[in-house]
Protein backbone atom coordinates (compact mmCIF):
# COMPACT_ATOMS: atom_id res chain seq x y z
CA UNK A 1 0.00 0.00 0.00
CA UNK A 2 1.32 3.20 -0.98
CA UNK A 3 2.05 6.01 2.04
CA UNK A 4 -1.47 7.09 3.43
CA UNK A 5 -0.61 10.94 4.09
CA UNK A 6 0.13 11.37 0.27
CA UNK A 7 -3.47 10.95 -0.45
CA UNK A 8 -4.75 13.95 -2.32
CA UNK A 9 -7.55 15.03 -1.33
CA UNK A 10 -9.92 17.69 -3.60
CA UNK A 11 -11.97 20.60 -3.37
CA UNK A 12 -15.16 21.18 -4.09
CA UNK A 13 -13.65 23.02 -7.67
CA UNK A 14 -11.31 20.84 -8.01
CA UNK A 15 -13.39 17.91 -7.94
CA UNK A 16 -15.93 19.85 -10.32
CA UNK A 17 -12.90 20.19 -12.76
CA UNK A 18 -12.33 16.88 -12.55
CA UNK A 19 -15.95 16.20 -13.87
CA UNK A 20 -15.26 17.88 -16.94
CA UNK A 21 -12.67 15.35 -17.73
CA UNK A 22 -14.51 12.96 -16.69
CA UNK A 23 -17.32 13.86 -18.96
CA UNK A 24 -14.91 14.01 -22.29
CA UNK A 25 -13.94 10.50 -21.14
CA UNK A 26 -17.54 9.19 -20.71
CA UNK A 27 -18.25 10.22 -23.85
CA UNK A 28 -15.25 9.08 -25.73
CA UNK A 29 -15.99 5.22 -24.26
CA UNK A 30 -19.55 5.98 -25.42
CA UNK A 31 -19.18 6.53 -29.05
CA UNK A 32 -16.22 3.62 -28.87
CA UNK A 33 -18.57 1.60 -27.54
CA UNK A 34 -21.11 2.31 -30.73
CA UNK A 35 -17.55 2.13 -33.08
CA UNK A 36 -16.55 -1.22 -32.49
CA UNK A 37 -17.58 -3.88 -34.79
CA UNK A 38 -16.65 -6.08 -37.00
CA UNK A 39 -14.17 -5.40 -39.30
CA UNK A 40 -12.94 -2.38 -37.74
CA UNK A 41 -9.60 -2.47 -36.32
CA UNK A 42 -7.96 -1.42 -33.04
CA UNK A 43 -6.25 1.29 -34.47
CA UNK A 44 -9.40 2.56 -35.75
CA UNK A 45 -10.73 2.47 -32.32
CA UNK A 46 -7.94 4.70 -31.62
CA UNK A 47 -8.01 7.59 -33.68
CA UNK A 48 -11.66 7.94 -33.15
CA UNK A 49 -10.91 8.82 -29.50
CA UNK A 50 -7.37 10.67 -30.22
CA UNK A 51 -10.37 12.68 -32.39
CA UNK A 52 -13.09 13.15 -29.51
CA UNK A 53 -10.69 13.39 -26.78
CA UNK A 54 -8.75 16.59 -28.51
CA UNK A 55 -11.50 18.17 -30.49
CA UNK A 56 -13.38 18.32 -26.66
CA UNK A 57 -9.87 20.82 -25.86
CA UNK A 58 -8.70 17.46 -24.05
CA UNK A 59 -5.08 16.09 -23.74
CA UNK A 60 -5.13 11.75 -23.73
CA UNK A 61 -3.41 10.90 -20.49
CA UNK A 62 -2.56 7.76 -21.87
CA UNK A 63 -0.42 8.93 -24.56
CA UNK A 64 3.14 8.66 -23.71
CA UNK A 65 2.46 7.36 -20.85
CA UNK A 66 5.08 5.09 -18.85
CA UNK A 67 8.13 3.13 -19.91
CA UNK A 68 8.51 2.22 -22.80
CA UNK A 69 6.03 5.43 -23.43
CA UNK A 70 2.47 3.99 -24.26
CA UNK A 71 1.74 4.33 -28.08
CA UNK A 72 -1.76 4.66 -27.97
CA UNK A 73 -4.43 7.00 -26.61
CA UNK A 74 -6.64 4.12 -25.39
CA UNK A 75 -6.08 0.87 -24.25
CA UNK A 76 -7.45 -1.28 -26.06
CA UNK A 77 -7.52 -5.10 -25.13
CA UNK A 78 -9.69 -8.49 -26.82
CA UNK A 79 -10.63 -11.51 -25.14
CA UNK A 80 -7.67 -12.97 -23.31
CA UNK A 81 -6.30 -9.70 -23.36
CA UNK A 82 -6.85 -8.35 -19.43
CA UNK A 83 -6.02 -4.41 -19.64
CA UNK A 84 -3.21 -2.16 -21.51
CA UNK A 85 -3.33 -3.84 -25.27
CA UNK A 86 -1.69 -1.62 -27.49
CA UNK A 87 -3.98 -0.25 -30.63
CA UNK A 88 -3.22 -1.38 -33.52
CA UNK A 89 -3.79 -3.83 -36.89
CA UNK A 90 -5.75 -6.15 -35.25
CA UNK A 91 -9.09 -6.53 -36.89
CA UNK A 92 -12.20 -6.72 -34.66
CA UNK A 93 -14.87 -10.20 -35.35
CA UNK A 94 -18.00 -10.88 -33.85
CA UNK A 95 -17.99 -12.50 -30.22
CA UNK A 96 -15.12 -10.94 -29.64
CA UNK A 97 -14.60 -9.04 -26.03
CA UNK A 98 -13.46 -5.64 -26.09
CA UNK A 99 -12.28 -4.06 -23.35
CA UNK A 100 -11.44 -0.14 -23.85
CA UNK A 101 -9.68 1.82 -21.43
CA UNK A 102 -9.51 5.49 -21.98
CA UNK A 103 -7.98 8.81 -20.13
CA UNK A 104 -8.35 12.15 -20.70
CA UNK A 105 -7.00 15.79 -19.13
CA UNK A 106 -8.45 18.59 -18.99
CA UNK A 107 -6.66 21.86 -17.31
CA UNK A 108 -4.39 19.15 -15.41
CA UNK A 109 -6.79 17.15 -14.28
CA UNK A 110 -7.38 13.55 -15.05
CA UNK A 111 -10.71 11.17 -15.92
CA UNK A 112 -10.28 7.65 -16.29
CA UNK A 113 -12.77 4.97 -17.12
CA UNK A 114 -13.14 1.41 -19.09
CA UNK A 115 -15.75 -0.44 -20.62
CA UNK A 116 -15.73 -4.11 -22.02
CA UNK A 117 -18.23 -4.84 -25.10
CA UNK A 118 -19.07 -7.54 -27.02
CA UNK A 119 -18.68 -7.62 -30.87
CA UNK A 120 -22.02 -7.78 -32.23
CA UNK A 121 -23.63 -9.03 -29.45
CA UNK A 122 -27.04 -6.70 -30.75
CA UNK A 123 -26.90 -9.36 -33.72
CA UNK A 124 -26.54 -12.47 -31.62
CA UNK A 125 -22.52 -13.11 -31.82
CA UNK A 126 -21.96 -13.30 -28.13
CA UNK A 127 -21.58 -16.24 -26.02
CA UNK A 128 -24.08 -16.25 -22.96
CA UNK A 129 -20.47 -17.47 -21.12
CA UNK A 130 -18.79 -13.56 -22.06
CA UNK A 131 -22.21 -11.90 -21.67
CA UNK A 132 -22.33 -13.62 -18.44
CA UNK A 133 -18.55 -12.51 -17.55
CA UNK A 134 -19.28 -8.55 -18.88
CA UNK A 135 -22.25 -8.52 -16.36
CA UNK A 136 -20.96 -9.48 -13.33
CA UNK A 137 -17.68 -7.41 -13.92
CA UNK A 138 -19.37 -4.14 -14.50
CA UNK A 139 -21.46 -4.99 -11.33
CA UNK A 140 -18.69 -6.02 -9.18
CA UNK A 141 -17.50 -2.50 -10.08
CA UNK A 142 -20.64 -0.88 -9.28
CA UNK A 143 -20.70 -2.62 -6.09
CA UNK A 144 -17.11 -1.32 -5.16
CA UNK A 145 -18.25 1.90 -5.57
CA UNK A 146 -21.04 1.92 -4.11
CA UNK A 147 -19.06 0.86 -0.56
CA UNK A 148 -17.67 4.01 -0.59
CA UNK A 149 -18.95 6.08 2.13
CA UNK A 150 -17.38 9.00 4.28
CA UNK A 151 -15.95 7.27 7.80
CA UNK A 152 -16.10 3.84 6.68
CA UNK A 153 -12.90 2.14 5.41
CA UNK A 154 -11.07 1.77 1.83
CA UNK A 155 -10.55 -1.49 1.69
CA UNK A 156 -14.47 -1.70 1.38
CA UNK A 157 -14.30 -1.74 -1.89
CA UNK A 158 -12.30 -4.83 -2.82
CA UNK A 159 -14.53 -6.81 -0.11
CA UNK A 160 -17.91 -5.80 -2.07
CA UNK A 161 -16.45 -7.01 -5.62
CA UNK A 162 -15.05 -9.90 -3.81
CA UNK A 163 -18.27 -10.50 -2.42
CA UNK A 164 -20.38 -10.20 -5.89
CA UNK A 165 -17.80 -12.23 -7.93
CA UNK A 166 -18.17 -14.82 -5.24
CA UNK A 167 -21.98 -15.15 -5.14
CA UNK A 168 -21.86 -14.89 -8.54
CA UNK A 169 -19.38 -17.89 -9.46
CA UNK A 170 -21.86 -19.69 -6.85
CA UNK A 171 -25.02 -18.23 -9.08
CA UNK A 172 -23.69 -19.25 -12.98
CA UNK A 173 -21.09 -22.30 -11.87
CA UNK A 174 -18.37 -20.21 -13.57
CA UNK A 175 -14.90 -19.66 -11.67
CA UNK A 176 -13.76 -16.15 -12.43
CA UNK A 177 -10.51 -15.00 -11.64
CA UNK A 178 -10.41 -11.64 -10.01
CA UNK A 179 -6.99 -9.94 -10.97
CA UNK A 180 -4.71 -8.84 -8.46
CA UNK A 181 -1.90 -7.49 -10.32
CA UNK A 182 -3.68 -4.56 -11.34
CA UNK A 183 -5.66 -2.52 -8.88
CA UNK A 184 -7.62 0.80 -8.59
CA UNK A 185 -5.83 3.89 -7.48
CA UNK A 186 -6.41 7.54 -6.46
CA UNK A 187 -6.53 9.57 -9.49
CA UNK A 188 -5.93 13.81 -9.66
CA UNK A 189 -3.39 15.76 -11.23
CA UNK A 190 -1.68 13.00 -11.62
CA UNK A 191 -3.64 9.76 -13.79
CA UNK A 192 -2.12 7.09 -10.60
CA UNK A 193 -2.06 8.30 -6.94
CA UNK A 194 -2.18 7.47 -3.90
CA UNK A 195 -4.00 5.10 -2.48
CA UNK A 196 -4.64 1.85 -4.25
CA UNK A 197 -7.30 0.16 -3.96
CA UNK A 198 -7.63 -3.39 -4.01
CA UNK A 199 -10.49 -5.05 -6.24
CA UNK A 200 -10.07 -8.26 -3.66
CA UNK A 201 -10.63 -8.54 0.24
CA UNK A 202 -7.34 -7.64 2.15
CA UNK A 203 -6.50 -7.69 5.96
CA UNK A 204 -5.30 -4.04 6.04
CA UNK A 205 -8.86 -2.18 6.06
CA UNK A 206 -7.34 0.86 4.31
CA UNK A 207 -7.89 4.17 5.25
CA UNK A 208 -10.62 5.43 6.68
CA UNK A 209 -12.47 7.45 3.83
CA UNK A 210 -13.03 11.32 4.23
CA UNK A 211 -14.89 13.78 2.00
CA UNK A 212 -12.48 15.05 -1.03
CA UNK A 213 -11.29 11.63 -1.74
CA UNK A 214 -10.90 10.89 -5.74
CA UNK A 215 -10.48 7.14 -7.00
CA UNK A 216 -10.65 5.12 -9.92
CA UNK A 217 -12.36 1.61 -8.98
CA UNK A 218 -11.45 -0.80 -11.70
CA UNK A 219 -11.86 -4.56 -11.29
CA UNK A 220 -10.94 -6.94 -14.04
CA UNK A 221 -12.16 -10.65 -14.45
CA UNK A 222 -11.29 -13.83 -16.13
CA UNK A 223 -13.44 -16.96 -16.96
CA UNK A 224 -10.48 -18.71 -15.56
CA UNK A 225 -7.72 -17.95 -13.69
CA UNK A 226 -6.46 -15.18 -12.36
CA UNK A 227 -2.94 -15.43 -13.15
CA UNK A 228 -1.46 -12.91 -15.96
CA UNK A 229 1.86 -12.53 -17.97
CA UNK A 230 3.22 -9.67 -19.92
CA UNK A 231 3.92 -9.69 -23.78
CA UNK A 232 7.06 -8.77 -25.72
CA UNK A 233 5.85 -5.35 -26.59
CA UNK A 234 6.26 -4.81 -22.04
CA UNK A 235 2.15 -3.40 -22.07
CA UNK A 236 -0.62 -5.85 -22.98
CA UNK A 237 -1.50 -8.17 -20.31
CA UNK A 238 -3.01 -11.75 -21.02
CA UNK A 239 -4.51 -14.32 -18.83
CA UNK A 240 -1.82 -17.42 -18.31
CA UNK A 241 -4.40 -19.59 -19.11
CA UNK A 242 -6.05 -17.42 -22.52
CA UNK A 243 -9.33 -17.22 -20.74
CA UNK A 244 -11.47 -14.21 -21.88
CA UNK A 245 -11.25 -10.96 -19.50
CA UNK A 246 -13.21 -8.16 -18.67
CA UNK A 247 -12.61 -4.69 -17.30
CA UNK A 248 -14.71 -1.92 -16.11
CA UNK A 249 -13.60 1.45 -14.21
CA UNK A 250 -15.15 5.08 -13.29
CA UNK A 251 -13.41 7.75 -11.68
CA UNK A 252 -15.50 8.43 -8.58
CA UNK A 253 -15.32 11.27 -6.25
CA UNK A 254 -16.68 11.17 -2.32
CA UNK A 255 -18.30 14.14 -0.79
CA UNK A 256 -20.10 14.39 2.79
CA UNK A 257 -23.83 13.95 0.86
CA UNK A 258 -22.60 10.94 -1.35
CA UNK A 259 -20.70 10.14 -4.23
CA UNK A 260 -19.90 11.41 -7.78
CA UNK A 261 -19.59 9.53 -10.40
CA UNK A 262 -17.26 11.86 -12.45
CA UNK A 263 -16.71 9.68 -15.73
CA UNK A 264 -20.47 8.42 -16.00
CA UNK A 265 -22.94 10.94 -18.13
CA UNK A 266 -25.27 10.57 -15.78
CA UNK A 267 -22.80 10.70 -12.85
CA UNK A 268 -24.19 7.76 -11.37
CA UNK A 269 -27.76 8.57 -10.23
CA UNK A 270 -29.07 5.21 -11.80
CA UNK A 271 -27.48 2.81 -10.43
CA UNK A 272 -26.44 4.65 -7.10
CA UNK A 273 -30.03 4.66 -6.38
CA UNK A 274 -30.65 0.82 -7.51
CA UNK A 275 -27.99 -0.23 -4.62
CA UNK A 276 -29.55 2.33 -2.38
CA UNK A 277 -26.14 4.51 -2.38
CA UNK A 278 -26.25 8.38 -2.00
CA UNK A 279 -25.72 10.43 -5.22
CA UNK A 280 -24.35 13.90 -4.33
CA UNK A 281 -23.36 15.99 -7.60
CA UNK A 282 -22.00 19.39 -6.97
CA UNK A 283 -23.96 22.10 -8.89
Known amino acids: MLGRDRIQYKSPDQVRAMRRAGVVVGETLEMLRAAAVAGRTTRDLNDLAEQRIRGAGAVPS ?22 HGLPGDRVLADGDVVSIDCGAIVDGWHGDAAVTVIVGAGQGHARPDDVELVAVTEEAMWRGIAALAVGERLHAVGAAVEDHVAASSRRTGQPYGIVE ?69 HTVAVGEEGLWVLTALDGGAAKLAELGAPFAPLG
Open 62 to 83: FLGYGHPPFSGTVCISVNDEVV
Open 181 to 249: EYVGHGIGTEMHQDPQVPNYRVRDKGVRVKSGLVVAIEPMLTRGSAQTRVLADDWTVVSVDGSRAAHFE
